[in-house]
């Protein structure tokens, strides 16, 4: 049973910009720990696909107990919670808690999960609640929660001057071990990222690195990709000239972030696609469901991208002045998001945007052609 600890038990570290270091030195991390750069990241007042928490039953389970630091057998609490975008979990509530103070919890938690990106909801399978003041923890398909800490990561939020508090981040930094380490911690790409960006984003990853730095610089990029605009300016600017390639890292993998849309964002993306008999299109059937969000301004154009013979769909549009292209791969009967570039160029409101096979290479290319009056 893997369980990953975010913070020491009791403790709260302020996230702080560090001091310039000696010339010569080695830098030192911008932040101490990533979950407390923002408490506006994600905020109780953002849209949640938590849909219905269904008192089952009680039953026998075993939950990681922080108090004990083991794993306990009692006759649990367990209520089915489901959402609208993804899969349902199992939330386990531990006996100390009466039927419908368990009921209100797995509520409360559960809203909190539904805000998250799909991509971080992708293998939590069930979620474990305490009482008690010890540190959240993600791993093992799982999120443990201990009702006591997180009071502690609400009351941060004055010490912000924000009412929401860190409760939202710090549910995101476990879903980020629970649904991403296991696929990304150890792969060569997220490796020679790390080699190549100027720094760890905090001193928690650097001290952690195999463990701690893809959750740690995973709620950095949410926040400048998704959430720039609840950053200040001295915020992300430390984000993205620490971990540029961790950044490019995360945009290629195409994560679906569902109601989590670019600030830009006029809605949430699905795609349908009509297939062809040859004569007529006799149904459509649904590719995509709110992967991602819906920009009006967007161009789209249609072409075979990777070369693999089966045509993709791009979506060009600006991204707070500058081009991103991102790519909706087909795979026969869904698609896969990913960027593939950003920062690409100044947008210009009249570029007309056009796709073809311009080298003679067998993969599709994107031209944009635009009035360069001097």
Not at 151 to 175: R, V
Not at 181 to 197: I, K, L, V
Not at 304 to 328: E, P, Q, Y
Request: hydrophobic letters at 40%; glycine letters at 10%; a negative charge.
């Amino acid at each position: 049973m893997r369980i990953f600890s975010s913070l020491a038990a009791g403790a709260i570290a302020v996230a702080a910009l560090a001091a310039a270091s000696p010339a010569g030195a080695q830098a030192a991390p911008p932040f101490s720990g990533t979950v407390f750069i923002d408490p506006d990241v994600i905020t109780a007042s953002d849209p949640t696909t938590f849909a219905r928490a269904h008192y089952c039953c009680i039953r026998e389970r075993k939950m990681f107990d922080r108090r004990v630091n083991d794993t306990i057998t009692v006759n649990a609490h367990i209520i089915d919670v489901s959402f609208s975008d993804s899969g349902p979990i199992e939330v386990i509530v531990n006996p100390e808690f009466y039927k419908l103070d368990a009921l209100t919890q797995a509520r409360r938690y559960a809203k909190v999960v539904g805000q998250l990106p799909r991509a971080l909801r992708a293998d939590v399978e069930t979620m474990w609640i305490h009482r008690g003041k010890q540190p959240f923890g993600g791993g093992n398909h799982n999120i443990l929660i201990h009702t006591g800490q997180a009071g502690t990561y609400l009351a941060a939020g004055p010490m912000h001057h924000s009412p929401g508090g860190f409760l939202e981040e710090a549910i995101a930094h476990e879903a980020a071990h629970t649904s991403l380490d296991d696929d990304h911690a150890s792969a060569d790409g997220w490796r020679t990222a790390q080699a190549d960006d100027p720094n760890f984003i905090s001193t928690y990853a650097r001290d952690n690195p195999t463990r701690e730095d893809v959750a740690e610089s995973f709620l950095p990029y949410l926040a400048v990709r998704y959430r720039r605009d609840r950053l200040d300016d001295a915020t992300a600017n430390a984000i993205e000239q620490t971990i540029p390639n961790r950044i490019a890292y995360f945009d290629a993998q195409g994560f679906a972030v569902g109601q989590l849309a670019h600030p830009g964002a006029n809605g949430a993306l699905s795609t349908a696609v009509y297939l062809s008999d040859g004569s007529r299109f006799p149904g459509w059937t649904q590719w995509s469901l709110r992967d991602g969000g819906w920009i009006d301004a967007a161009r789209w154009v249609a072409g075979d991208f990777n070369g693999d013979g089966k045509a993709d769909v791009a979506a060009i549009w600006n991204n707070g002045g500058t081009n991103t292209l991102t790519v909706s791969q087909s795979t026969g009967s869904g698609f896969t998001r990913s960027h593939w570039a950003t920062n690409a160029g100044g947008w210009v409101n009249s570029t007309a945007w056009l796709a073809g096979d311009f080298n003679g290479d067998g993969k599709s290319d994107i031209a944009a052609s635009w009035n360069n009056t001097q």
